[in-house]
C-alpha cells in the first residue's frame, strides 16, 4: 500500500505543482460577456487607457476614469471624489509601476470577475459604469487604483 501511494504521489505531484496555464484570449472575452456584458467595449477601452497612461495626461485619464474612485494607496484607503482632485494628485495616485503594468499587461494576464477586470494583479480595476437607473446604457471605467 505504501508504494502505491509513493507512486501515486510521484506520478500527481507534478500535474498539481505545475504552472497554471492562462486563459486565452477568446476565454477571458467571453467571460468579460459572462459576467459584466459589452466585451465588445474592453479592447477599445484598454487601448484608451493605455494610451492615456503612456503618453497621455493626468485630464486624459481623469476622463476615463468613474468617481468616487477608491484607492488603496501603501495600505491607505481613500475615495479620489472628483476628476479635479484626481488630477492634483495624479502623480502619487498612478505610479510609474503602475503604467508600465498597464500598458504591458497582456490580455492572458487580465482576471475577470462580477466586480470588473483587473489588470496587474489588481494594480488597476476596470469595469462597465451604468449610464441610467436601468443599466440599460454603460461604458467602461477605470474604478479602482490599487498601490
Known sequence: MKRFLLAAAVVLFPLLSGPVQAASEEEIYAEVENL????????????????????????????????PLPVNNNGTSFD????????????????????????????????VSSDGVSIGNGAVWIAPVCDNQSCSKSHWALVSVNN
Open 36 to 67: 459584466l456584458g459589452d466585451a465588445a467595449g474592453l479592447d477599445p477601452f484598454l487601448n484608451e487607457l493605455r494610451r492615456a497612461l503612456v503618453t497621455g495626461t493626468a485630464r486624459d485619464v481623469a476622463k476615463l476614469t468613474a468617481f
Open 80 to 111: 479620489v471624489k472628483s476628476a479635479k482632485e484626481f488630477e492634483k494628485n495624479y502623480a502619487r495616485l498612478i505610479t510609474e509601476a503602475t503604467k508600465e503594468l498597464v500598458a504591458s499587461a497582456d490580455y492572458t494576464e487580465l482576471f
